[in-house]
Protein backbone atom coordinates (compact mmCIF):
# COMPACT_ATOMS: atom_id res chain seq x y z
CA UNK A 1 0.00 0.00 0.00
CA UNK A 2 2.60 2.29 1.12
CA UNK A 3 5.04 1.50 -2.47
CA UNK A 4 1.66 2.34 -4.69
CA UNK A 5 1.41 5.72 -2.68
CA UNK A 6 4.89 6.42 -3.12
CA UNK A 7 4.78 5.58 -7.13
CA UNK A 8 1.41 7.92 -7.39
CA UNK A 9 3.53 10.58 -5.50
CA UNK A 10 6.45 10.58 -7.55
CA UNK A 11 4.57 10.09 -10.92
CA UNK A 12 2.22 13.52 -10.30
CA UNK A 13 5.59 15.20 -9.78
CA UNK A 14 7.49 13.51 -12.54
CA UNK A 15 3.88 14.43 -14.51
CA UNK A 16 3.69 17.84 -13.10
CA UNK A 17 7.70 19.13 -13.68
CA UNK A 18 7.36 18.83 -17.17
CA UNK A 19 4.18 20.46 -18.32
CA UNK A 20 2.36 22.42 -15.75
CA UNK A 21 -0.92 24.06 -16.41
CA UNK A 22 -0.61 26.84 -19.08
CA UNK A 23 2.58 25.28 -20.18
CA UNK A 24 3.23 25.50 -24.39
CA UNK A 25 5.36 26.23 -26.59
CA UNK A 26 5.70 29.82 -25.42
CA UNK A 27 5.34 29.58 -21.92
CA UNK A 28 8.02 27.86 -19.61
CA UNK A 29 6.71 24.51 -18.30
CA UNK A 30 5.88 24.96 -14.40
CA UNK A 31 8.85 24.52 -11.99
CA UNK A 32 8.25 22.60 -8.93
CA UNK A 33 11.81 24.13 -7.26
CA UNK A 34 12.34 27.28 -9.33
CA UNK A 35 15.42 27.96 -7.50
CA UNK A 36 17.21 31.17 -8.53
CA UNK A 37 15.94 30.95 -12.14
CA UNK A 38 13.26 33.15 -11.27
CA UNK A 39 13.81 36.25 -9.49
CA UNK A 40 12.40 39.69 -8.55
CA UNK A 41 14.49 41.68 -10.71
CA UNK A 42 15.19 44.16 -14.22
CA UNK A 43 16.53 42.79 -16.83
CA UNK A 44 17.67 45.31 -19.25
CA UNK A 45 15.38 47.25 -21.70
CA UNK A 46 12.69 46.00 -19.56
CA UNK A 47 9.86 48.63 -18.31
CA UNK A 48 9.23 49.62 -14.98
CA UNK A 49 6.66 51.92 -12.99
CA UNK A 50 9.35 53.06 -10.68
CA UNK A 51 10.35 56.00 -12.72
CA UNK A 52 8.95 58.66 -14.38
CA UNK A 53 10.26 57.68 -18.11
CA UNK A 54 8.87 53.82 -17.33
CA UNK A 55 12.45 52.86 -18.08
CA UNK A 56 14.09 50.23 -15.83
CA UNK A 57 17.51 50.67 -17.25
CA UNK A 58 19.40 54.29 -15.46
CA UNK A 59 21.89 56.06 -17.05
CA UNK A 60 25.16 56.10 -14.48
CA UNK A 61 25.59 59.17 -12.53
CA UNK A 62 27.59 62.22 -14.14
CA UNK A 63 31.36 61.70 -14.28
CA UNK A 64 30.74 57.74 -13.92
CA UNK A 65 33.89 56.57 -15.29
CA UNK A 66 33.96 52.73 -16.88
CA UNK A 67 36.38 50.30 -14.84
CA UNK A 68 36.66 48.64 -17.85
CA UNK A 69 38.47 51.32 -19.88
CA UNK A 70 40.15 53.30 -17.22
CA UNK A 71 43.78 52.63 -16.44
CA UNK A 72 45.50 54.19 -13.79
CA UNK A 73 49.17 53.15 -15.65
CA UNK A 74 48.23 53.07 -19.25
CA UNK A 75 52.13 52.45 -19.64
CA UNK A 76 51.93 49.16 -17.77
CA UNK A 77 48.50 48.43 -19.09
CA UNK A 78 49.22 48.66 -22.84
CA UNK A 79 53.10 48.98 -23.05
CA UNK A 80 52.79 52.62 -24.51
CA UNK A 81 51.48 55.64 -23.22
CA UNK A 82 51.28 58.84 -24.78
CA UNK A 83 52.47 57.20 -28.75
CA UNK A 84 55.36 55.84 -26.96
CA UNK A 85 56.19 52.41 -25.86
CA UNK A 86 57.96 51.85 -22.34
CA UNK A 87 61.24 51.92 -22.20
CA UNK A 88 62.32 49.55 -19.60
CA UNK A 89 60.26 46.80 -18.23
CA UNK A 90 58.42 48.09 -14.70
CA UNK A 91 58.59 44.97 -13.25
CA UNK A 92 61.45 44.26 -10.71
CA UNK A 93 63.91 41.96 -12.79
CA UNK A 94 64.09 39.28 -9.77
CA UNK A 95 64.38 35.19 -9.21
CA UNK A 96 60.79 34.96 -8.76
CA UNK A 97 59.67 37.58 -11.55
CA UNK A 98 62.01 35.44 -13.90
CA UNK A 99 60.74 31.79 -12.14
CA UNK A 100 57.38 33.30 -13.08
CA UNK A 101 58.50 34.60 -16.41
CA UNK A 102 59.74 31.41 -17.19
CA UNK A 103 56.83 29.57 -16.59
CA UNK A 104 54.80 31.48 -18.35
CA UNK A 105 56.84 31.70 -21.04
CA UNK A 106 57.08 27.57 -21.32
CA UNK A 107 53.39 27.15 -21.36
CA UNK A 108 52.39 29.98 -23.76
CA UNK A 109 54.73 30.55 -25.96
CA UNK A 110 57.17 27.83 -26.15
CA UNK A 111 54.41 25.41 -28.82
CA UNK A 112 55.90 28.22 -31.21
CA UNK A 113 58.59 30.02 -30.70
CA UNK A 114 60.24 26.81 -28.60
CA UNK A 115 61.38 26.99 -25.09
CA UNK A 116 64.94 28.67 -26.08
CA UNK A 117 62.81 31.41 -28.33
CA UNK A 118 64.47 30.22 -31.37
CA UNK A 119 60.86 29.86 -33.19
CA UNK A 120 61.33 25.83 -33.82
CA UNK A 121 58.21 24.77 -31.62
CA UNK A 122 56.07 22.22 -32.51
CA UNK A 123 53.03 24.49 -34.41
CA UNK A 124 55.31 25.70 -36.56
CA UNK A 125 56.54 22.59 -37.93
CA UNK A 126 52.87 20.83 -38.46
CA UNK A 127 51.73 24.35 -39.57
CA UNK A 128 54.50 24.68 -42.61
CA UNK A 129 55.50 27.42 -45.01
CA UNK A 130 52.17 29.75 -44.26
CA UNK A 131 52.66 29.50 -39.95
CA UNK A 132 56.20 30.25 -38.65
CA UNK A 133 57.00 31.71 -35.86
CA UNK A 134 59.91 34.53 -35.40
CA UNK A 135 63.03 33.64 -34.03
CA UNK A 136 63.02 36.08 -31.36
CA UNK A 137 66.88 36.17 -31.25
CA UNK A 138 66.74 37.68 -34.50
CA UNK A 139 69.11 41.41 -33.98
CA UNK A 140 65.55 43.53 -34.41
CA UNK A 141 63.99 41.26 -32.43
CA UNK A 142 66.13 42.18 -29.57
CA UNK A 143 66.83 45.61 -30.67
CA UNK A 144 62.78 46.44 -29.74
CA UNK A 145 62.15 48.16 -26.43
CA UNK A 146 60.60 46.49 -23.61
CA UNK A 147 57.66 48.33 -24.34
CA UNK A 148 57.25 47.35 -28.16
CA UNK A 149 57.53 43.83 -26.97
CA UNK A 150 55.16 43.94 -24.44
CA UNK A 151 52.48 45.48 -26.58
CA UNK A 152 53.36 42.59 -29.29
CA UNK A 153 51.88 39.29 -27.22
CA UNK A 154 49.27 41.81 -25.66
CA UNK A 155 47.88 42.98 -29.22
CA UNK A 156 49.39 40.32 -31.78
CA UNK A 157 51.65 41.55 -34.81
CA UNK A 158 50.97 40.49 -38.41
CA UNK A 159 49.65 36.50 -38.16
CA UNK A 160 50.60 36.31 -34.78
CA UNK A 161 47.52 36.78 -32.45
CA UNK A 162 46.68 38.73 -29.44
CA UNK A 163 47.58 36.84 -25.10
CA UNK A 164 45.80 40.10 -23.54
CA UNK A 165 43.56 37.84 -22.53
CA UNK A 166 44.90 34.75 -21.89
CA UNK A 167 47.72 36.08 -19.57
CA UNK A 168 47.57 38.88 -16.97
CA UNK A 169 49.38 42.22 -17.39
CA UNK A 170 52.09 41.23 -14.82
CA UNK A 171 52.62 38.11 -16.32
CA UNK A 172 53.25 39.53 -19.70
CA UNK A 173 55.89 42.20 -17.93
CA UNK A 174 57.60 38.59 -16.52
CA UNK A 175 57.52 37.09 -19.53
CA UNK A 176 59.44 39.82 -21.46
CA UNK A 177 61.99 40.08 -18.33
CA UNK A 178 62.71 36.17 -19.17
CA UNK A 179 62.63 36.50 -22.84
CA UNK A 180 65.40 38.90 -22.25
CA UNK A 181 67.40 36.26 -20.44
CA UNK A 182 67.40 33.42 -23.48
CA UNK A 183 68.36 36.38 -25.91
CA UNK A 184 71.13 36.98 -23.92
CA UNK A 185 71.66 33.52 -22.92
CA UNK A 186 71.38 32.85 -26.73
CA UNK A 187 74.24 35.87 -27.51
CA UNK A 188 76.20 34.15 -24.35
CA UNK A 189 80.43 33.63 -24.39
CA UNK A 190 82.08 31.25 -22.32
CA UNK A 191 83.70 34.17 -20.59
CA UNK A 192 80.16 35.48 -19.72
CA UNK A 193 80.21 32.39 -17.06
CA UNK A 194 81.88 32.80 -13.78
CA UNK A 195 84.86 31.02 -13.95
CA UNK A 196 84.08 28.52 -10.80
CA UNK A 197 80.81 27.73 -13.35
CA UNK A 198 82.76 27.16 -16.43
CA UNK A 199 83.23 23.05 -15.94
CA UNK A 200 79.45 22.16 -15.74
CA UNK A 201 78.84 24.30 -18.96
CA UNK A 202 78.56 22.00 -22.43
C1 LIG B 1 50.31 30.16 -31.97
C2 LIG B 1 51.71 30.46 -32.19
C3 LIG B 1 52.35 31.58 -31.41
C4 LIG B 1 52.37 31.74 -30.05
C5 LIG B 1 51.70 30.88 -29.00
C6 LIG B 1 53.18 32.88 -29.80
N1 LIG B 1 53.65 33.42 -30.97
FE1 LIG B 1 54.91 34.99 -31.18
N2 LIG B 1 54.83 34.80 -33.19
C7 LIG B 1 54.14 33.83 -33.87
C8 LIG B 1 54.31 34.04 -35.29
C9 LIG B 1 53.72 33.17 -36.38
C10 LIG B 1 55.11 35.18 -35.44
C11 LIG B 1 55.56 35.83 -36.73
C12 LIG B 1 54.60 36.93 -37.04
C13 LIG B 1 54.86 37.51 -38.40
O1 LIG B 1 56.00 37.84 -38.68
O2 LIG B 1 53.89 37.62 -39.15
C14 LIG B 1 55.44 35.63 -34.09
C15 LIG B 1 56.21 36.73 -33.81
C16 LIG B 1 56.58 37.12 -32.55
C17 LIG B 1 57.46 38.25 -32.25
C18 LIG B 1 58.15 39.13 -33.26
C19 LIG B 1 57.22 40.16 -33.83
C20 LIG B 1 58.01 41.13 -34.65
O3 LIG B 1 58.44 42.13 -34.10
O4 LIG B 1 58.24 40.88 -35.84
C21 LIG B 1 57.59 38.30 -30.89
C22 LIG B 1 58.42 39.29 -30.09
C23 LIG B 1 56.80 37.22 -30.35
N3 LIG B 1 56.19 36.54 -31.38
C24 LIG B 1 56.71 36.94 -29.02
C25 LIG B 1 55.88 35.95 -28.47
C26 LIG B 1 55.74 35.71 -27.06
C27 LIG B 1 56.55 36.39 -25.96
C28 LIG B 1 54.82 34.72 -26.92
C29 LIG B 1 54.25 34.16 -25.64
C30 LIG B 1 53.50 35.09 -24.85
C31 LIG B 1 54.36 34.35 -28.25
N4 LIG B 1 55.04 35.12 -29.16
C32 LIG B 1 53.43 33.37 -28.52
C33 LIG B 1 53.42 32.80 -33.32
C34 LIG B 1 53.16 32.63 -31.97
Redesign the pocket.
Known sequence: MRLATTILIVAAFAGMAGCGPGAGKDTPPLWILPDMKIQEKYKPQQESPLFPDRSASRRPVVGTVSRENYFADEGYHFGHSGGQYVGKNPVEINEITLRNGQK??NV??S???DRTASGG?I??KRAGAV????N?HKQ??RD?NDGE?YS??SDG?????A?RNQ?SDYD?WT??AY?RVLQRANGGKIDDVPENLRAGVR
Do not use: N
Not at 131 to 134: E, I, L
Not at 157 to 161: A, C, G, L, W
Open positions: KFYCPCHGVGFQPALEIRLIIRRIMSYIRVIL
